[in-house]
């Protein structure tokens, strides 16, 4: 049973944008934060931004901030995360999630904290 949908990914020259947008069941949204990740070839999955189930509290990687901004839609039960400036090294496959547990309505950075994930985008960013 899919979740999490991403869309938005592509192909795009550095200095340029892109949006990418999850969709997610009900049970997957409802109550919990959400988060975006990002593995690029060789490397680890790491955290890019993440939001409250509220918005109210909203975090990024120091790798993103002023160029990235994570928002969420809760009447659509949709999580976007709008991408600007991108330069070569935001190549990646981005991920979306879905926090779980007692504290399921704050942000982490921390990928094992969240427990539901859909089958990630490819964003590519030539120079």
């Known amino acids: 049973q899919v979740q999490l949908v991403e869309s938005g990914g592509g192909l795009v020259q550095a200095g340029g944008s892109l949006r990418l947008s999850c969709a997610a069941s009900?049970?997957?949204?409802?109550?919990?934060?959400m988060g975006w990740f990002r593995q690029a070839p060789g490397k680890e999955r790491e955290f890019v931004a993440g939001?409250?189930?509220?918005?109210?509290?909203?975090d990024y990687a120091d790798s993103v901030k002023g160029r990235f901004t994570i928002s969420r839609d809760n009447a659509k039960n949709t999580v976007a995360l709008q991408m600007n400036s991108l330069k070569p090294e935001d190549t990646a496959v981005y991920y979306c999630?879905?926090?779980?547990?007692?504290?399921?309505?704050?942000?982490?950075?921390?990928?094992?904290?969240?427990?539901?994930w859909g089958q990630g985008t490819q964003v590519t960013v030539s120079s």
């Open positions: 999630a879905a926090r779980g547990g007692v504290t399921r309505r704050l942000p982490s950075t921390n990928m094992n904290e969240y427990s539901y």
């Open positions: 009900i049970r997957t949204f409802t109550g919990n934060a």
């Open positions: 939001i409250s189930w509220t918005g109210s509290i909203i």
